[in-house]
């Protein structure tokens, strides 16, 4: 081939690579983000996934569009996100603790957070708690394990969904302290707490953050909270470890991902824009106000994490040989 003609070509395949190169790292965004979270409006991931967006899109110039996608323990959502364009205008927003649980929980699940995804940042965790319906005459853990064991099996339980986090907690729990009962699931938690708070079912493991507003209002009962430490919102519910149910420490990890092959200059810029939007301080205050930990770990690090989470509950769900009903 002519001489002049490689080197003709040889210039534009720099001048399209370039220009593909200024376009993630100095004209993007040119237009608005899209969110997409597997939960419904009103849920922690809902709530601390527009505390966090709405900074973040005055940082980068752009508005962010929460797109709630609920269903499947997370895998509508989940699916969505992996199908959208590498273009950074898609991120996802994840609970990441119940995605790795759903993972090892469907056969054929439809994507997957390790393979389908390039790590963005953690941005915080959000502990759980046991809550009931005040009609139920049970005060402390003990109290409630023995109304669950005399009900011989007469016991309703509700989640956010099959193959969720909560779905997996009641699940353990239920096995740990020998008693049976029927699982309730429900696209998300701000499903499943009206018919908690109107007895339809009795019990359920759920966010501080969701929780919190019926447990202000005496619509709701704390029992526990599954975490290693008490939550300052709630300094009277004890962990679970402090009534007696020792190891069950949950940690629900919140992450931001994009589809992979996002240019990574795109992924650097939304993960430093993320780490200055988590050190405000006024930021921090609220979150912590509705039982939400901001924290950040950069993309590596959250890739770590996400191993390690997937890991972990792969070898529970084995070992407790859990299904997804």
């Known amino acids: 081939m002519n001489k002049n003609i490689l080197a003709r070509l040889a210039w534009g395949l720099f001048i399209a690579l370039s220009a593909g190169l200024a376009s993630a790292d100095g004209d993007w965004p040119k237009k608005p983000l899209v969110a997409i979270l597997s939960f419904p409006a009103g849920g922690s991931t809902d709530i601390f996934a527009r505390a966090v967006t709405a900074p973040l899109g005055e940082a980068l110039g752009q508005s962010i569009v929460i797109e709630n996608k609920p269903g499947a323990g997370g895998m509508i959502g989940l699916s969505a996100a992996a199908k959208a364009a590498p273009d950074g205008y898609t991120i996802h927003i994840s609970a990441m603790t119940n995605q790795a649980i759903s993972q090892a929980l469907f056969k054929n699940p439809p994507a997957d957070l390790r393979k389908d995804f390039a790590p963005v940042a953690l941005i915080g965790t959000v502990p759980h708690l046991i809550v009931i319906n005040p009609s139920v005459p049970a005060k402390t853990l003990p109290e409630l394990i023995a ?46 707490l009206p018919d908690l708070i109107a007895g339809n079912t009795s019990m359920m493991f759920d966010s501080v953050t969701a929780s919190l507003p019926h447990i202000q209002s005496g619509k709701l009962r704390p029992i526990a909270i599954a975490a290693s430490e008490r939550s300052p919102l709630m300094p009277n519910a004890p962990t679970l470890g402090q009534d007696g149910m020792k190891q069950f420490d949950v940690e629900n990890f919140y992450a931001v991902y994009a589809p992979k092959g996002t240019p990574p200059a795109i992924i650097s810029k939304i993960e430093k824009e993320i780490r200055k939007i988590l050190t405000n301080p006024d930021l921090k205050a609220r979150m912590a106000a509705q039982g939400i930990h901001p924290q950040f770990a950069n993309s590596e690090s959250l890739a770590q994490i996400t191993d390690s989470e997937h890991s972990k509950w792969e070898k529970v769900v084995k070992s407790a040989n859990i299904k997804v009903d």
């Open 147 to 192: 109304f669950i064991k005399s009900k011989n099996g007469n016991f309703n339980y509700a989640s956010q969904g099959n193959g969720s986090l909560p779905h997996l907690e009641s699940t353990l729990f239920m096995q740990r302290i020998g008693a049976t009962g029927t699982h309730i699931p429900y696209k998300g938690s701000s499903f499943a």
